[in-house]
């Protein structure tokens, strides 16, 4: 017998239709000039309604602005509709909005009807990853021939971007690459142009244009948008000697397109990490995250029948300190350490790349490399308890904050260069009030040296008053248990999809690999679900940032064999170029015809 269930969690009863649902339809305004704007609304009779964003700001912009996009683009809306007289009565509500190509031009309208006319064809989209934006198809080919010139916008800081794409391209090709300043004018046949962009194009910070014809012209508003035109014009060529002509609008869906990695528990090489950066950059993926001190997991170690016996487990600190105990004992790994000189060139040469590092120092837990130079600072609730810091002790803030200022102040600072920095605070078992206030302590500390921040969400499990600031705060949803992403969203801060059960690696334990089609298939950046709950955070918000998956190496202490760096890398890139293509849009095709296409592009 077939049975047909139905199971619903959770829903709702209205005695009337909620003032959301009976706003009107947004739709496409055209201004006298051929410029496209979005026309709210129309709005209940006693309510307001305001524009939040869209998911694409490439296409409807803040102030409502369409931009010319060249391919008809779908875009999910966002909408406040507020009572006029009753400020409890708000509710945000999402529409669906086809933008048509933009076709102002009539000359390219002309252009196409005849072709159409005359049944000539288009080029296909080319096969990249992640997947081209938009893309127009023009006729032919343009040959790369094997000598040719790069010309970078004269004035402009693109000369290492020009640099990047020679030494990659002559990795793949033996050939002169000429690379020369000077403007579009100079760009003769079989050129190639870097250059910049107008703001009023709405390419945003990491969108790009490219114009294929008897030359190549990419142009972003930004190095980054330039960088990612150059990296799709590279997977073209390393499987064809020449790129279709047509013309490229690409842009990408999220802001955090991630990956972390545990150095800590596993020491893992500066070079291993160069090269997980420059593959990260070849898929347009944007955020390395390095996790740089922690411990054996002492409730599971065997180790943890008294707080001496416990305090023997495995911890290190990766990155050169000058802070000692009074004993001469260095916080630094003995074992191996990143100097603060490699490490702020690591962060700088990232940059280049289009990728931003994010170093981790993680308190108030996982501090065993802190507390066994100075057992007095750690928690004594019980023995598995000693790698936290005790907050209750004024001295331990203290040295903490002086690990900040060691590694953030000054120009021989290794994070001195960063943009973002992680200030961990996850899985503190201390008081609550005292961790949040401590949150915010820390959390402060790192704006004043003008950086943004970044923590793992643990407020929802940590009972107290005391808010962090929203402020330039970046909060890894890690577990819906310690942060409930519907009640993080509310209070204001921005949100990185991180979820264990889905995201995490831990190379020899339950999450060896990350189930690749799984993700393919069902997996979403804005939705959030485990323990039979799902939350969806709007993907039109800018607080709902993007997403990143993890390397945890807890169990590397404990395997009989030890996991290599190279498996470690495997283990990193066979969910990349899955991940990454929904990050920064839709993916296409099967998960089989998706990784195939990965593995014919390759790691770096």
């Given at each position: 017998d077939?049975?047909?269930n139905?199971s619903?969690?959770?829903?709702e009863?209205y005695k009337?239709?909620p003032?959301?649902?009976?706003?009107?339809?947004a739709?496409?305004?055209?201004?006298?000039?051929g410029?496209r704007?979005?026309?709210m609304?129309?709005?209940?009779?006693?309510?307001a309604?305001t524009?939040?964003?869209?998911?694409?700001?490439q296409?409807i912009?803040?102030?409502?602005?369409?931009?010319?996009?060249i391919?008809?683009?779908?875009?999910?809306v966002g909408?406040?509709?507020?009572?006029?007289?009753?400020?409890s009565?708000v509710?945000?509500?999402?529409?669906t909005l086809?933008?048509?190509?933009y076709?102002?031009?009539?000359?390219d309208a002309e252009?196409?009807?005849?072709?159409?006319?005359?049944?000539r064809?288009?080029?296909?989209?080319?096969?990249?990853i992640?997947a081209?934006?938009?893309?127009?198809?023009?006729?032919?080919?343009?040959?790369?021939?094997?000598?040719f010139?790069?010309?970078v916008?004269?004035?402009?800081?693109?000369q290492?971007t020009?640099?990047?794409?020679k030494?990659?391209?002559?990795?793949?090709v033996?050939?002169h690459?000429?690379?020369?300043?000077g403007s579009?004018?100079d760009?003769?046949?079989?050129?190639?142009?870097l250059?910049?962009?107008?703001?009023?194009?709405?390419?945003?910070e990491e969108g790009?244009?490219?114009?294929?014809?008897?030359?190549?012209?990419?142009?972003g508003?930004?190095d980054?948008g330039?960088?990612?035109?150059?990296?799709t014009?590279?997977?073209?060529?390393?499987?064809?000697?020449s790129?279709?002509?047509g013309?490229?609008?690409d842009y990408p869906?999220?802001?955090v397109?991630?990956?972390?990695?545990?150095?800590?528990r596993?020491?893992?090489?500066?070079?291993?990490?160069?090269?997980?950066?420059?593959?990260?950059?070849?898929?347009?993926?944007?955020?390395?995250a390095?996790?740089?001190?922690?411990?054996t997991i002492?409730?599971?170690?065997g180790?943890?029948?008294t707080?001496?016996h416990?305090?023997?487990?495995?911890?290190?600190?990766?990155?050169?300190?000058?802070?000692?105990?009074?004993?001469?004992?260095?916080?630094?790994?003995a074992?191996y350490?990143y100097?603060?000189?490699?490490?702020?060139n690591?962060i700088c040469t990232?940059?280049?790349y289009?990728?931003?590092?994010?170093p981790?120092?993680?308190?108030?837990?996982?501090s065993?490399?802190?507390?066994?130079l100075?057992?007095?600072?750690?928690?004594?609730?019980?023995?598995?308890?000693?790698?936290?810091?005790?907050?209750?002790?004024?001295d331990a803030?203290a040295?903490?904050q002086?690990?900040?200022q060691?590694?953030?102040?000054?120009?021989?600072a290794?994070f001195y260069?960063a943009?973002?920095?992680?200030?961990g605070?996850?899985?503190?078992?201390?008081d609550g009030?005292?961790?949040r206030?401590?949150a915010?302590?820390i959390?402060?500390?790192?704006?004043?040296?003008?950086?943004?921040?970044?923590?793992w969400?643990?407020l929802?499990?940590?009972?107290g008053?005391?808010?962090?600031?929203?402020?330039?705060?970046?909060?890894?949803?890690?577990?819906t248990v310690?942060a409930?992403?519907?009640?993080?969203?509310r209070?204001?801060?921005?949100?990185?999809?991180?979820?264990?059960?889905?995201?995490y690696?831990?190379?020899?334990g339950g999450y060896d690999?990350l189930?690749?089609e799984?993700?393919?298939?069902n997996w979403e950046?804005?939705?959030f679900?485990?323990?039979n709950?799902?939350e969806?955070?709007?993907?039109?918000s800018?607080?709902?940032a993007?997403?990143?998956?993890?390397i945890?190496?807890?169990m590397?202490?404990?395997l009989?064999v030890?996991i290599?760096?190279?498996?470690?890398?495997?283990?990193f890139?066979?969910?990349?170029?899955?991940?990454g293509?929904?990050?920064w849009?839709?993916?296409?095709g099967t998960?089989?015809e998706?990784?195939?296409?990965?593995?014919?592009?390759?790691?770096?």
């Amino acid at each position: 017998d077939l049975y047909q269930n139905v199971s619903l969690y959770e829903f709702e009863v209205y005695k009337d239709k909620p003032a959301a649902y009976r706003l009107g339809r947004a739709e496409i305004g055209y201004r006298e000039d051929g410029g496209r704007y979005l026309m709210m609304p129309e709005a209940p009779d006693g309510y307001a309604v305001t524009y939040l964003g869209t998911d694409y700001e490439q296409i409807i912009g803040p102030d409502g602005t369409i931009y010319h996009t060249i391919q008809d683009k779908e875009v999910t809306v966002g909408f406040q509709v507020s009572g006029i007289h009753d400020d409890s009565d708000v509710r945000e509500v999402s529409q669906t909005l086809t933008v048509p190509a933009y076709d102002g031009n009539e000359s390219d309208a002309e252009e196409i009807k005849l072709a159409e006319e005359q049944e000539r064809r288009y080029n296909d989209c080319p096969e990249v990853i992640p997947a081209l934006a938009e893309w127009r198809g023009g006729q032919g080919d343009l040959e790369i021939g094997g000598s040719f010139r790069v010309i970078v916008e004269e004035g402009s800081s693109l000369q290492e971007t020009a640099e990047l794409f020679k030494q990659r391209y002559n990795a793949m090709v033996r050939c002169h690459v000429q690379i020369i300043s000077g403007s579009l004018q100079d760009a003769g046949s079989g050129d190639i142009y870097l250059g910049y962009a107008d703001e009023s194009e709405g390419l945003g910070e990491e969108g790009y244009f490219c114009d294929i014809s008897d030359k190549c012209v990419i142009r972003g508003q930004t190095d980054t948008g330039v960088r990612w035109g150059t990296v799709t014009i590279l997977q073209i060529l390393s499987r064809y000697s020449s790129l279709p002509c047509g013309q490229i609008r690409d842009y990408p869906l999220y802001q955090v397109r991630g990956f972390g990695i545990d150095v800590a528990r596993k020491a893992v090489s500066i070079d291993t990490l160069y090269r997980m950066m420059e593959t990260m950059s070849y898929y347009k993926m944007n955020d390395l995250a390095i996790h740089l001190n922690d411990n054996t997991i002492l409730s599971t170690s065997g180790l943890a029948d008294t707080a001496e016996h416990a305090m023997t487990a495995d911890s290190a600190f990766r990155l050169e300190s000058d802070i000692a105990n009074e004993n001469g004992q260095r916080l630094t790994s003995a074992e191996y350490a990143y100097t603060k000189e490699e490490f702020d060139n690591f962060i700088c040469t990232a940059k280049t790349y289009g990728v931003t590092v994010v170093p981790e120092i993680d308190t108030p837990a996982h501090s065993l490399s802190i507390t066994k130079l100075y057992p007095e600072y750690a928690l004594q609730a019980r023995a598995e308890s000693v790698d936290q810091i005790d907050l209750n002790n004024e001295d331990a803030v203290a040295l903490v904050q002086r690990i900040w200022q060691e590694a953030l102040n000054g120009e021989e600072a290794a994070f001195y260069n960063a943009g973002i920095v992680n200030i961990g605070m996850d899985e503190y078992y201390g008081d609550g009030e005292q961790y949040r206030v401590y949150a915010s302590q820390i959390a402060n500390l790192v704006r004043q040296s003008g950086k943004s921040v970044r923590m793992w969400g643990s407020l929802s499990n940590m009972a107290g008053k005391t808010m962090p600031d929203s402020e330039n705060l970046q909060m890894n949803i890690w577990s819906t248990v310690w942060a409930d992403p519907l009640t993080m969203y509310r209070a204001g801060y921005t949100l990185i999809n991180m979820q264990n059960n889905h995201l995490y690696i831990i190379p020899g334990g339950g999450y060896d690999y990350l189930d690749g089609e799984e993700l393919y298939r069902n997996w979403e950046v804005n939705k959030f679900y485990d323990y039979n709950q799902l939350e969806t955070i709007p993907a039109y918000s800018p607080q709902m940032a993007g997403a990143a998956y993890m390397i945890w190496n807890d169990m590397s202490g404990s395997l009989d064999v030890g996991i290599s760096e190279a498996e470690l890398f495997e283990r990193f890139f066979a969910p990349l170029g899955v991940i990454g293509g929904k990050l920064w849009g839709e993916t296409e095709g099967t998960y089989q015809e998706w990784t195939e296409r990965v593995y014919k592009l390759g790691a770096a």
